[in-house]
């Protein structure tokens, strides 16, 4: 078994849609990036490519990469499954918290979780998804942008 971890953080701007988790969240602002810049599907890419020893998702998905440009991260996410079932490994779980002030997001959360395990083809018991606040201290505390962590365990198919 492997344990891999991941972060990223994208600032908050106006005229773009928030994207987290695959999930649209009615918010006036939204997340800057080169993809559509759902932070949580990114740090949860960079977990399970660090947990597999595939380096990071700007190795795999560079934002120099004009093909990527606007694209959903569930995409993304997609691929990186696929590169972990090429190698025979698969995800036995995800552990993942967002980082932000608001909008508040316990009622994506259940959607969030769905559209990772969906796209990764596991159940979705495997996938957990938390949301916090920094009682607006920080970057995060003044709406200036969302981070998101994430953590997860792989093992080779078949083996346990």
């Known amino acids: ?35 559509d ?11 399970i490519l660090g947990a597999a020893g595939e380096g990071d998702i700007g190795a795999h998905f560079p934002d120099s990469d004009h093909k990527y440009r606007g694209i959903s991260s569930l995409i993304l996410l997609a691929k990186t499954g696929e590169l972990l079932k090429s190698k025979g490994l698969e995800v ?24 990772m395990a969906k796209t990764l083809g596991i159940r979705v018991g495997q996938v957990n998804i938390k949301a916090t606040t920094t009682e607006g201290l920080g970057f995060t505390g ?19």
């Open 37 to 47: 810049a759902d932070v949580l599907v990114h740090a949860i890419i960079d977990a």
């Open 92 to 115: 036995l779980n995800i552990d993942a918290v967002i980082i932000a002030q608001e909008p508040k997001l316990a009622p994506y959360k259940e959607d969030m979780a769905a559209n």
């Open 142 to 160: 003044a709406g200036e942008g969302i981070a998101a962590y994430a953590v997860t365990m792989i093992k080779v198919a078949g083996s346990l």
């Open 1 to 35: 078994m492997r344990v891999g971890i991941g972060y990223d953080v994208h600032r908050m701007v106006e005229g773009r849609d928030l994207v987290l988790g695959g999930v649209n969240i009615p918010s006036e602002k939204g997340l800057l990036g080169h993809s």
